[in-house]
Nanobody, 122 residues
């Protein structure tokens, strides 16, 4: 069982930066693949980034590649999403997720945080 709690969201101007954190608890944390997803009002949930158990491999949605960076610190049981050069279209609720499979599909993740709001003003 893994419990996830996100933090770090907020309001930022276009071009600015935010760093989201996802604190995890549970015995299986270090064996979980971790990912970030987002959902804007009226839109479907969208994959953002994923990282392997040891942090050695990452993958990003095309819309955020080169601007966002996912990382994890297994000693602190935390996964991060550094977001730079933010755009208004990045506005969404961001949720971290944990699972056993390295995947871009939300159906492969069993554990979810409650989400944190990111709003980017133009």
């Amino acid at each position: 069982q893994v419990q996830l709690v996100e933090s770090g969201g907020g309001l930022v101007q276009a071009g600015g930066s935010l760093r989201l954190s996802c604190a995890a608890s549970g015995r299986t944390w270090s064996s979980a693949v971790m990912a970030w997803f987002r959902q804007a009002p009226g839109k479907e949930r969208e994959f953002v980034a994923v990282i392997t158990r040891n942090g050695g491999v990452t993958s990003y949605a095309d819309s955020v590649k080169g601007r966002f960076t996912i990382s994890r610190d297994n000693a602190k049981n935390t996964v991060y999403l550094q977001m730079n050069s933010l755009k208004p279209e990045d506005t969404a609720v961001y949720r971290c997720a944990g699972g056993l499979r390295y995947s871009r599909s939300s159906v492969d993740y069993s554990y979810w945080g409650q989400g944190t709001q990111v709003t980017v003003s133009s």
